[in-house]
């Protein structure tokens, strides 16, 4: 009697447990909505003017570019609005030939008039403009045929028309400001509402050319905690996010999480206002490169889930070489060139200004700087309150990390004089650095182009214009009912349109 009993509890029980599992699946396969979390609430949904890695996340759900980077990385980039394409034989001219089924989400067709107006409000752009700088002219000699002229041969130009959204020009013209803050645009996902500080919600484009997504309600949640942000993966209350690594062990210790580890060629950096002392003195500069311990650095912000490197060019970027200048952690190296810099220790630097994201980058710098008689304190602010400092050159010292995806041309953004205000947040101006990048654009023979980027980075790293500190990992978490892609595109960006539930 007893071991029937027990026969039957026990199959009761795998009973109950084979349920559950059908259900998750059920469950799974039922659900239609996503909720994504952001480190930071946006500034703007402007399709040129945006400046930050979190208004790229929304922005690439809502519209669609010309082409498409393959995510392997090995194959040149696909058409998506851009149905085919050709090069003249000197390099010059860019043909591309738009697909007929494309339309906005509020009804219009695509056309090569509306392609034409993005390329150039695109190169207008402070922030994003560097991406086809080389682009000359741009027309359309039909309404599905758009050709982009060049003054000289620019191997990389398809790389940077995969950045470029393509927007209406009537819906521009007709409001800028609701363009920017109501967007309408061509991809798998439609603007429905945004509130300041919160959310952003977005609704699944049934009309969408490439088939309609499988999920159907997108959610942008606002957590800049990266504690809070870690307990609502775990809850459910999320389902994706970019991740800290100092929260990777308890997600990792948990099967209900699946972790994406993303190589970019981001980088995490201090970055000094040339135009305020003593930071316009190389050798103060090259003293703060080396003082401080970027492995330590590593291991104690980012878990070791980085790659130390002082170069601005990651080593797996085109341009990068080993002969190039690195510094290593020498202390008293810092205080011999303070010395001769007639800094007089301990020296107070003022404040080291960071958004909240970096303030445990900011205590690891201030205790190295510490070490060599450099003090300062911690100023933490509000996101888009830093970033406003930080471009309008309302700082002395800070730390942050930022990505120039692209041609390892768009590393001009952070040396040249005309991005003085965007990603130049050295605020360095200097006649050669500018000429070097010219001649590197205007480069058609790729071996001449490497000697050229040589010249660039040991420049950069001779000066110290910045003290470049690790090429992090990008980590994604998301909940393992979750399908993503294998492979994440190029510098880590991601498409709701390719995500399902299982």
Same mark, same amino acid.
């Given at each position: $009697? ?17 349920? $559950?599992?059908?259900?998750? /699946? ?16 946006? +500034? ?40 085919? %394409?050709?090069?003249? #034989? ?5 043909? *591309? ?16 008039? +509306? ?9 207008? =752009? ?7 700088? $080389? ?55 439609? *603007? ?13 484009? #049934?009309? %969408? ?62 970055? $000094? ?25 590593? =291991? /104690? ?8 490197? =002082? ?6 970027? =085109? ?36 958004? #909240? ?31 406003? +400092? ?24 952070? *040396? ?13 101006? +200097?006649? #050669? ?61 991601? %498409? ?7």
């Amino acid at each position: $009697m007893r071991m029937k009993k027990a026969l039957a509890i026990l199959t009761a029980v795998c009973t109950v447990t084979a349920s $559950m599992c059908f259900a998750t /699946v059920a469950q799974a396969a039922d659900k239609t909505d996503l909720v994504i979390a952001l480190d930071a609430d946006i +500034d703007t949904l402007h399709a040129t003017n945006y400046s930050t890695g979190v208004e790229q996340d929304v922005l690439n759900q809502i519209y669609d570019t010309l082409m498409y980077y393959n995510p392997d990385g090995k194959h040149d980039p696909e058409p998506r609005i851009a149905e085919s %394409y050709e090069i003249s #034989e000197d390099g010059l001219d860019y043909t *591309f030939h738009l697909r007929d089924d494309v339309k906005f989400h509020d009804g219009a067709t695509v056309t090569a008039d +509306d392609v034409v107006f993005s390329l150039e409000l695109f190169k207008q =752009s402070e922030y994003q403009g560097s991406q086809i700088s $080389m682009l000359s002219s741009v027309e359309a000699t039909d309404d599905s045929t758009v050709v982009c002229h060049l003054d000289t041969p620019y191997a990389p130009f398809l790389q940077g028309v995969l950045t470029p959204y393509i927007c209406e020009k009537a819906y521009y013209e007709k409001d800028e400001d609701t363009f920017a803050t109501n967007p309408v645009g061509t991809g798998p996902y439609k *603007f429905v509402s945004r509130a300041t500080g919160s959310n952003i919600t977005l609704e699944a484009n #049934e009309d %969408y050319y490439r088939g309609a997504p499988e999920i159907k309600n997108l959610i942008f949640e606002v957590i800049p905690d990266a504690a809070t942000k870690a307990i609502a993966l775990q809850t459910g209350e999320v389902n994706f996010a970019e991740v800290d690594s100092s929260v990777l062990p308890q997600l990792q210790a948990n099967p209900q999480i699946k972790i994406a580890e993303v190589e970019t060629s981001g980088f995490a950096y201090v970055s $000094m206002n040339l135009e305020k002392e003593p930071f316009n003195d190389p050798k103060v500069r090259q003293a703060i490169n080396y003082a401080i311990d970027r492995d330590n650095l590593v =291991s /104690v912000c980012y878990d070791g889930e980085a790659e130390v490197n =002082s170069n601005i060019c990651a080593k797996a970027r =085109s341009g990068y070489s080993d002969d190039q200048p690195q510094y290593t952690y020498d202390p008293e190296k810092a205080k011999e060139l303070l010395a001769e810099a007639g800094i007089e220790t301990p020296y107070d630097l003022g404040e080291i200004l960071v958004a #909240e994201k970096y303030s445990n980058l900011a205590t690891v710098i201030q205790n190295d700087l510490k070490a060599v008689g450099l003090e300062m304190e911690i100023s933490v602010k509000e996101f888009n309150s830093y970033i406003s +400092d930080l471009t309008s050159g309302n700082y002395g010292i800070t730390a942050l990390t930022m990505t120039l995806d692209g041609d390892t041309q768009s590393l001009e953004m952070a *040396f040249t004089s005309d991005y003085i205000g965007t990603a130049n947040n050295a605020r360095y101006s +200097d006649e #050669e650095m500018d000429k070097l990048f010219d001649e590197a654009r205007a480069e058609t023979d790729n071996d001449k182009r490497l000697e050229i980027f040589d010249q660039i980075f040991t420049k950069a790293q001779d000066e110290a214009i910045y003290a470049v500190l690790c090429n992090p990992l990008t980590l994604y978490a998301y909940n393992a009912d979750l399908t993503c892609p294998e492979e994440f595109p190029f510098e880590g960006n991601y %498409y709701v349109y390719d995500f399902n539930w299982a």
